[in-house]
């Protein structure tokens, strides 16, 4: 992609000299437009696309490192090579000192040697651009997981509120079916709150080592309160467990997204089990679910609900596909799951028989670094 440089010189002769010694470099290709003024060159940065600057300090409306530091001012994200005379150069220093990405004297270089620092100087911009982009992202990110865990603790605390005014207290039908429409509300705002940080960030920054029996302890009273009363959860977790490198926030939705959905299929009353183990699987295992050989760490979710048919496990997994009868189901639930695990670099395995329960596994990679 042709960029395009502003020089702002305003010697015609040295405009010349640079301009033809840039058209020779075969190197880069860059499109240089030249202005005579500061002013000028302002107008120009702020109507056109420009990668780079080349900036002369002794200009007829501007002199000196001010001349810098008004550019600077206009344009802090594009990279400014500073252009001096043989005795000036202090002054292409102190520019850099400054914040400029270069300094050039001029008469001192090639084409191919005045080409490369132009295009070394706008990627190294390109590059502070995309550190500092970085480091916003990742206290934005940062930010909202506080917030989703704080709001997520409040719901909690809500949900269990519910389940003391709920049965055995509470023989009032009318007030039950109020408190399940709140329980509905507080159900929706957790699943809202999860995804509007999932889509908010990057994988690649949040990926952990950890402990997913220890993530899902921490999750205990969240877990808990949403299976509501009722219903039995029961924990058996491996000891010595592998760790894994996966995104603990993600973790924390597919597992309430999965107690949702197994409370979900037992409307009455029933058990949800959630085991951990090692597991290694050799090749061509779970080869419906394009499954890699490998050592894994698996987390099961299983329950003992209405079940699926065999047609609607093979589309479980489909965006809006829902099994729900009363139209309240998004079904994004398990594609979201699916979404995570796919990009944990696993992959997902559902078991169900209709009328007896389902069981829902996620298979993590071990964390090679951490192999026993």
């Known amino acids: 992609m042709r960029k395009t440089v502003l020089m702002i010189e305003d010697n015609p002769a040295d405009a010349e000299i640079i301009r033809e010694e840039l058209s020779m470099a075969q190197s880069v290709n860059f499109a240089v437009e030249t202005v005579t003024t500061l002013a000028d060159g302002l107008s ?39 252009l001096t005379g043989n005795d000036d150069e202090q002054l292409g220093l102190q520019a850099v000192r400054e914040g ?3 300094y050039i004297v001029k008469g001192s270089l090639n084409g191919a040697g005045l ?24 206290a934005v990110i940062n930010m909202s997981m506080g917030i989703v865990n704080d709001f997520n603790n409040v719901l909690a605390t809500i949900l269990m509120k519910l389940q003391v005014l709920e049965w055995p207290r509470c023989d009032d039908e009318i007030l039950l079916e109020e ?39 921490d999750s205990a009273g969240l877990v808990s309160a949403i299976a509501g009363p009722g219903i039995e959860v029961v924990t058996k977790l491996c000891n010595d467990i592998w760790h894994v490198h996966i995104d603990p926030l993600d973790l924390e939705t597919s597992l309430v997204d999965l107690v949702a959905n197994a409370k979900e299929s037992m409307p009455d009353s029933g058990r949800i089990t959630i085991t951990t183990r090692n597991v290694v699987v050799a090749d061509g295992e779970y080869a419906e679910n394009n499954a890699g050989p490998g050592s894994y760490v698996v987390l099961s979710i299983s329950d003992v609900g209405v079940g699926m048919s065999e047609i609607q496990r093979q589309h479980a997994i489909e965006p809006y596909f829902t099994t729900k009868t009363d139209t309240k189901g998004l079904g994004l639930g398990l594609s979201m799951v699916f979404g995570f695990i796919r990009q944990s670099k696993g992959f997902m395995h559902i078991d169900s028989d209709d009328g007896i329960g389902t069981c829902v596994q996620l298979f993590f990679p071990q964390y090679a670094d951490k192999a026993s």
């Open 115 to 138: 080409a490369r620092a132009v295009e070394y100087a706008i990627e190294r911009k390109q590059m502070e651009a995309r550190h500092r982009r970085v480091r916003k992202m990742e």
């Open 44 to 82: 120009y940065i702020e109507e056109h696309d420009v990668s780079g600057v080349l900036l002369d300090l002794s200009l007829p409306d501007s002199e000196g490192i001010e001349t810098f530091k008004k550019t600077r001012a206009q344009a802090p994200e594009l990279a400014i090579v500073v």
């Open 100 to 102: 400029a990405q270069d």
């Open 179 to 217: 408190i399940g429409d709140v329980r509905r509300a507080v159900f929706q705002g957790a699943n809202l709150t999860n995804r509007l940080a999932a889509f908010s960030k990057s994988d690649s920054l949040l990926q952990e080592v950890i402990d997913i029996n220890e993530q899902i302890t």
